[in-house]
């Protein structure tokens, strides 16, 4: 089964482009709204990275999710799609002066604080500002993920977050701060995550680090557990809408909250990834010695997931019905890992036909780059394509 798309509108706009369905994109913020509010106190933010376009920010923060932002640019833009900064977070290893300078002058909910030396720059520079910055601590659980290994982030290898045994040190270091206020503790073990098991871990490792700190009469307000619920990338169409029951379920099962805190959510590919895709044209369709290819006017520019994590996006001709046939679909970058799936089954294709990459709505368009001297891709949603 193909998708619908409207083709009509799509002839009319030069490729490639990046297409979300925003009734799907709606549909899966009112199933999270939905699950996650059976929960009393569950806290869903958006973290940004997975999709800044204006259009999509928009219609995400209509819903009510708060903002998980990695960089004074995706604080910026949190603000400007109308994030109230009650409800954003500012993570990251790496934060300037300038930004933390930012989320303090927008008085964001809270910094993700990664290490020490960080702690300190913003107890300074809250200081001259006169202000309290709120912070909670990202700890690095030592957890795995089944996952691709360039998107673990909660392994003690990994460059992310203070390793348990500086826990207690840290927490020591702010209780002494005076422009500090410690609030929460923060985790991310990765993305692309399918196994519930996974989340069970941190959650019994979270159990593990609360009980430390009861014992020294320690409640922290909240507790964020990051993001990383993964789509099924093989079949969009069979279920577009991630199980968030089972997810927001294994975490209120499995993880121990005391009545007074709330437990905080980043997603971003669960929320975005179904409802968008890069649609392209085929230019050329090209014989080889033993194969042929069809290359489409994309490429690793446009949507770097294939080349970087060897990830599939199932690709449709949309134009087409002919019988299938095979093909390396690959895009014009002077790269050999410019390729979006080999030997795949399509619909004859013929030069001019449009073809979708699907499940591109997180981590696509936000990652292109103008390698090549490329333009980068413009987005369109179906509200506009009417
Ligand atoms: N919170 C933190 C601290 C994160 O680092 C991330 C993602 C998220 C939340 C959101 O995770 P999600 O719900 O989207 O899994 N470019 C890669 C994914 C990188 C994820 C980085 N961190 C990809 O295309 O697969």
């Known amino acids: 089964m193909k998708a619908n798309f409207p083709i009509a509108h799509f002839r009319e706009i ?8 925003t009734n799907l994109l709606r549909e899966t913020l009112n199933k ?58 500012f993570a990251g ?19 993700n ?31 795995g993920a089944h996952t691709h290994a360039n998107i673990t982030t909660g392994l003690a290898e990994n460059k992310f977050g203070i390793s348990m045994q500086d826990m207690d040190h840290i927490i020591d270091l702010a209780l002494e701060m005076k422009n500090v206020k410690f609030v929460g503790l923060h985790f991310h073990i990765g993305s692309q995550i399918l196994d519930m098991g996974d989340f069970v871990a941190l959650c019994n490792r979270i159990n593990e680090l609360q009980e430390k700190l009861y014992a020294r009469q320690i409640i922290v307000e909240h507790i964020n557990v990051g993001g990383g619920l993964g789509i099924d990338y093989a079949h969009p169409n069979r279920q577009p809408i991630p199980d968030f029951a089972d997810y927001f379920a294994t975490y209120h099962k499995h993880l121990r909250l005391r009545p007074q805190q709330t437990l905080h959510f980043e997603l971003g590919r669960s929320v975005v990834g179904q409802c968008g895709s890069l649609i392209t044209k085929v230019t050329y369709v090209k014989q080889g010695t033993n194969k042929q290819f069809a290359i489409v006017d994309a490429g690793m520019t446009d949507l770097i997931r294939p080349a970087l994590y ?6 449709e001709n949309l134009t087409s019905e002919e019988p299938v046939e095979t093909y390396d679909v690959v895009g014009p970058i002077c790269e050999s890992s410019d390729v979006f799936g080999k030997a795949i089954d399509l619909n004859k294709v013929h030069r001019g036909d449009l073809i979708a990459l699907r499940s591109a709505g997180a981590y696509g368009e936000i990652m292109a780059s103008g390698y090549n001297c490329r333009p980068l891709p413009k987005g369109y949603t179906s509200d506009e394509l009417v």
């Open 310 to 315: 060897q990830a599939y996006h199932k690709i």
């Open 113 to 143: 604080v990664e290490s020490i030396p960080e702690l300190e720059v913003i107890n300074e520079l809250a200081a001259a500002k006169n202000k309290i910055a709120r912070v909670a601590f990202r700890i690095n659980p030592d957890v």
């Open 32 to 89: 999270i709204k939905e699950e996650a509010g059976k929960y009393n106190k569950f806290c869903v933010h958006y973290a940004i990275k997975a999709n800044a376009n204006p259009k999509v920010l928009r219609i995400i923060r209509e819903s009510g999710l708060g903002a998980d932002c990695v960089s004074g640019g995706e604080i910026q833009a949190a603000v400007e799609a109308g994030f109230p900064a009650s409800k954003i977070v």
């Open 93 to 111: 290893v790496g934060k300037t002066d300038k930004e933390i300078n930012l989320g303090l002058d927008y008085d964001i909910f809270c910094f």
């Open 14 to 21: 030069e490729t490639p482009f990046y297409y979300y369905d």
